[in-house]
């Protein structure tokens, strides 16, 4: 899995569920910023463990590595 299939992954479990990115920095206590920054991709963001605690969260599943570039 790669940072950006992450970024993917964080994105679709949040639609499915029904929740805005104001919904689920709520329910992580994060910025919106920092949802969007995790769902939009950019190389050497930053973001995977962002990424990571959406999808476990969400999935109620623990993301495990490697994960590749």
């Known amino acids: 899995m790669t ?3 992450l970024a993917e992954r ?3 479990l949040r639609e499915d569920a029904g929740l805005t ?3 689920l920095a709520d ?4 910025s919106t910023s ?3 920054k995790a769902e939009n991709y950019h190389e050497g963001d930053g973001m995977i463990s962002a990424r ?3 999808i476990e969260t ?3 599943e623990t993301v495990e590595g ?3 570039r």
């Open 10 to 12: 964080a994105r679709e």
């Open 52 to 54: 990571i605690t959406i």
């Open 3 to 5: 940072p950006a299939d």
């Open 58 to 60: 969400l999935a109620d």
């Open 21 to 23: 990115q104001r919904d």
């Open 27 to 30: 329910k992580i206590e994060c």
């Open 34 to 36: 920092t949802i969007s």
């Open 66 to 68: 490697p994960l590749y």
